[in-house]
């Protein structure tokens, strides 16, 4: 275990932006994970976990010991004819697990594919795409907790999973390492086209000869045609949620906007695109200096040389209040700010 000093982390997020931690190190396994956590030396000193960075905005340098989990062993359990549990340690990258589980036969993860970052991630924001949330294939989550090392399980229930929500983000946030992630995977679910591009992609075609191996080549040349490559220009994916309005808000927009499209979340709450709220602001491809919003997708916000995390933040929130402003919703985060 090498601890750096003084270290940039512009190789360490998506977003390409150039802030310095005070201390950076890559551990290996859980005992390494535990030793540093243990340290004396490093004790008092912030921590911040990172995966693919694919999640987060540096807004400034961060004073304390950047962590980057790089275990990488894949457990199979209990396998059967119909199921099969894999642990993943939360140092895989987590399209290379999605490979592994198409490859293997493996079902309900295909819709998925090509989301950037690693395993230990996918659980905080119960990452989601194309009809699929990862809690569907979730069984549990292991932990060690930073207050005492303590070592935790927590099923899919505890987690609280809710729409780009979990346990993870609310009563336990600051407080943990997620150091594994136990799937359960079927081998027999039938596809799911719900999302209508990819409903699109294979019109005409029979459901039931459809593969789950053409189903990921399909989310990925969906996904590689609207989203900008963080590997060429810097981003970190939807910077906001879609907001969740009541009905009555859905029913009056709709009533003007002939083009909305809401999707049940309740019996009295529909969520509505946050991508269509800031093209209808006129801000899609809208570009100051380095930062704008992606031309394609207007819910990605685009780093297109050097610019800074507040460059960035502040651009942000200057689409919030034009969305505040013309339909009365506040639009949340989804990135991590720092
Ligand atoms: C091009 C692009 C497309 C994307 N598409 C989607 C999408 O379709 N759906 C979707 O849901 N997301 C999407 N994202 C967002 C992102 O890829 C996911 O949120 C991903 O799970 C983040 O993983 P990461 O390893 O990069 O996390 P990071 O950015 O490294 O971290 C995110 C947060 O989790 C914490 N964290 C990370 N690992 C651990 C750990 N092991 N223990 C404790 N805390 C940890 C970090 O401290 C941080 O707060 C996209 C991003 C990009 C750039």
């Known amino acids: 275990m090498h601890i750096e000093k003084n270290i940039s982390l512009k190789p360490y997020n998506t977003f390409n932006i150039d802030v310095k931690a005070k201390y950076f190190v890559e551990v290996n ?5 535990k030793e540093l956590l243990d340290d004396k030396n490093y004790i008092s000193e912030k921590r911040l976990i990172i995966g693919g960075g694919s999640n987060i905005l540096f807004t400034k340098d961060f004073d304390g010991i950047v962590i980057k989990l790089n275990n990488s062993e894949i457990e199979k359990f209990n ?18 697990f999605v490979k592994f589980c198409v490859d293997n036969g493996l079902r309900g993860v295909e819709n998925l594919s090509l989301i950037p970052g690693n395993v230990g991630a996918v659980p905080i924001q119960n990452i989601g795409a194309y009809g699929v949330e990862v809690k569907d294939i979730i069984e549990s989550v292991n932990i060690v907790l930073l207050s005492d090392l303590g070592e935790k399980t927590y099923s899919n229930n505890e987690c609280n999973f809710g729409y780009r929500n979990s346990i993870f983000k609310n009563e336990l946030k600051d407080k ?6 136990l799937f ?3 081998k027999s679910n039938s596809i799911n086209l719900d999302y209508s591009p990819l409903k699109n992609y294979f019109y005409g075609k029979n459901e039931s000869k459809i593969t789950i191996e ?8 969906i996904r590689t045609g609207k989203l900008p490559d963080p590997k060429i220009i810097g981003n970190a994916g939807s910077f906001f949620k879609n907001p969740i309005i ?4 859905f029913d009056d927009l709709a009533n003007i906007y002939k083009d909305l499209k809401g ?10 695109s946050a991508g269509w709220l800031i093209e209808k602001c006129g801000l899609k491809g809208k570009r100051i200096g380095d930062v704008g919003v992606h031309e394609k997708q207007a ?12 460059k960035i933040l502040e651009f942000s929130k200057m689409i919030q209040k034009e969305v505040k402003n013309r339909f009365e919703i506040d639009l949340i985060n989804e990135v991590n700010i720092l």
Not at 29 to 33: A, C, P
Not at 176 to 181: E, G, N
Not at 299 to 310: A, E, F, M, P, R
């Open 176 to 181: 943990f390492v997620i150091t594994s992630v």
């Open 29 to 33: 396994d859980l005992s390494e994970l």
């Open 246 to 249: 009541s009905k009555n808000q």
């Open 299 to 310: 819910l990605v916000i685009v780093n297109y040389g050097d610019t800074s995390g507040n």
């Open 79 to 96: 396998e059967t004819d119909e199921e099969i549990f894999i642990k993943v340690d939360a140092g895989v990258e987590w399209d290379s």
């Open 214 to 221: 053409e189903v990921r080549e399909a989310v990925i040349q």
């Open 263 to 272: 999707f049940p979340e309740s019996n009295s709450d529909i969520k509505i």
């Open 184 to 186: 359960k995977l079927s």
